[in-house]
């Protein structure tokens, strides 16, 4: 009866969403305000409406009801509640629920905004945000409904359907559950995914208000200014959701590493990469008017890279070709983003002279020239990547073999273009608008440059002989010197004229100008990561022995002894194997105790093997138990990494979101600042006593 | 002259990117390929760079820890999608390639731990070299169990 009211309650929403975006357009068409009123309202009914499915779906979750497939599939009667309800989104069908409900709940929010000047734009932004989330409940009612049950025909078979197969069959009740895969039930696992889905739906908000500006003709800075922390938002999200999922790889996936050009991770890592160019680009288009074209291509491309991703990451791919059309619903898929785009093109080819420059980009050196040349960089990083999930059918269709690249491809082709990315890092807040030259660029950059070689030549007695990492710290402590150096000049300035202590100016600095600042502490944490990125790839060390109780492996500073191991069942379940290795220097200082160990999920039929890691800022000892022998209990194998630096990539994503938090922070109300400021100067004089 | 500059610029970066996707293309280039197609191509296949897929065979699963050294084999699985959901889906092509013996077959080796997911009828993808000796030394491995992912009817035991 529930697994009919969700589905009866999504299929409802989808005519919603359908009759939205029908009544958005013709309302707009026949100017009558009040049809695109009722396409509003019937905009905001969809969020109550998905919301009641899920909470439908989530009981059947949460009440083991397998005989809907769905909860059969992703959960088990050993799972605790917490995982039963994040199971929501552990499989296909119901992410895409997720996904919608998501998509609803910010174009409600964003319709529910005063409009008063922009209302032209509101019958359109409806018809994008509706046709999108319209797309994803059409996949559930049609393809993908998490709502199914299994039956049992007279024959005896066990098929799959929504509704009865013949008069004769029965709902099947199958005792227990499938169980989420191990690999998913980990708390970098649960949130992973619904910020990379955040992120991927309020890119949708932007693109929604680039086509209302196409269509209406509007095309002036209005729609990038509304939605400038829609796009903040969506790229924290989606940063947010790229570090979480690298942060599970380190911890759960048990090689060492946190990235492998996997084609899902591509497929998340895609419309970063075009978020973070439009993200600097769309400053070119309000300071100088400029690049307006390009803007709206960098928006169209992220979202057809969105959908594009929702589908790689969601259809289960392998690093595969074969297995690429697993799903039923590529094609559907495929031909959504074929019809998105190419409308999307044809607008923009429309409008295209109205797009044009205000003015012409004269100074190669100018801040907006640097600007440019950071997109082109961003694009070319998206092309390799683009080529490196397409290349196998290339391959395929010309030559009949197919030839696919693997994580040297993308390490080799991206390197030289992230260095660069990083040297524009460097020089382009130097560079002023309109106009600079190497003269003017050159007087602010040679004492950075400088210091920063004197770090490199220290590193190169003390720490590394590699060039390629060497280049690479030249260029972190670069930027990272001309960030700081920056603020400081702009903080020094500031005190001299209004007299505030030096902390003081570069407190208020941060309220001057967010934007700005809030950016540049986003640099300085994209170079700590960077430090991390580095350190793992060029510095990683790795070794392997069994070991009997009380005996030792020494792998770089650190040895590690095998001390005991021990197997319990956990509270869900799990078998548990635990090894505990004492951790000493290289001077036998003992450092502490490592618990490398094995789940085992019975439910599931699989291990899961999690290391044990002592993080320092200079390495993490990452220490897993590869096997045992049960007999004797004497003897256990370790396989033993250490990651130089790594951590600073964990460090580096948390300054990552203060920057994002003082960039998108909303600006006061200017008649509220201004009374404020006044009321702080009246008060100075007994402050001062 | 001032647009000179910039299409100069703009013509520079395409080379570099093209030249960068080129290179490394071909330096990391890798052939998929199925066991078939492998067998098929005999001595020549020795020593390139490439990836196979195929089904796990349980019995044959070895493993010393003393040395990380891992043995099993795999069994040839079509590596078109059509004709894998022609004969029913990704599980009954994986258990119809195990459960054959006179599917072709591959010995794997592989050195490292042993991946949580490798298991009888589990979809394994391989990157490496064929030896001289028919061994396939896999510097990569990929495992995948479909049974988790696709709709697979649970067994009628159930109450």
Redesign the interface.
Known sequence: MLAEIGYGIIVVAFIVALYSVGAAIYGERTKSPAVVESARRAMLLLWPLISLAAGTLIYLLITNH?EV?FV??VTSREMPTYLKITAWWG?QAGSLVFWSWLMSAFASLVTLRKWERDREFLPWVIVVTALTTAFFLGLVVFYENPFAR?WQTAG?Q???SMFAPAATATV?????G?GL?PLLRHPGMIIHPPMLYLGFVSFVIPYAFAIAALITGRTDDRWIRITRRWTLIAWLFLSFGLVLGSRWAYDVL?WGGFWGWDPVEIAALMPWLTGTAFLHSVMIQEKRGLLKQWNMILIILTYSLVIFGTFLTRT?V?????????SSIGPVFFVFIGFTFITSIALLIYRWPDLRGET???S?LSRE?LFL?NN??FM?VL??CF?GVV??IISQIFTG??????????D??TA??FAALMFLMGIAPLSTWKRSTVGTIGRVLWKSALAALVITVILFFTYTHNIIALVGFYLIALVLLVTLYEFWRAAWARSKATKENVVAALWNLFGRDRRRYGGYVIHISMMLMAIGILGINAFQIQT?G?LALNNSLTLGNYSIKYESIAQFTAADNRQVTRAVVNVYDKNGNYLGQLYPRIDYYPD??????IPGERPTLQDDLYV?L????PASAN?A?F?IFVNPLVNWLWIGSLIFFVGIIIAAWPDRDPEYASARSRARHAEQPSAAD | M?RM??II??VL?LA??VY??V???Q???????TIDELKAQGQSAIGKSL?I?GAVVGDTIQ?D??T?TLTFDVADVP???NVIDAQGG?AAVLHAAVIDPNRSRIEITYT???P??L?NEA?A?M?GQLGADGVFHAD?L?L??P???Q??????T??
């Open positions: 397998f497939s059969y599939e499989g299994y005896g066990i098929v799959t099947y009740f199958p005792s227990d499938n895969n048990g289960g392998l690093s595969s070709v074969h297995a690429f059309a697993q012409e980009m004269k190669l020239a040349l082109l960089l070319s092309v390799i080529w290349f196998p073999q197919t030839v696919t690249v693997g994580p040297p491809f993308y080799r082709a030289p273009l392997q069994t599931a039929q699989q291990n899961m093997t897993l590869v096997d045992w022998q003897g194998t396989k | 001032g500059k910039f610029g703009g970066i570099a990117v960068l996707i290179s490394s293309t330096a990391s280039a890798e052939y998929f390929m990836r897929s493993y820890p003393q990380l590596g078109d999608n990704l490292g731990p042993k949580d997911l298991k979809q993808i990157t990569e990929l995948k169990c049974t988790k992912y709709n697979a009817v649970p067994n009628q159930g109450g």
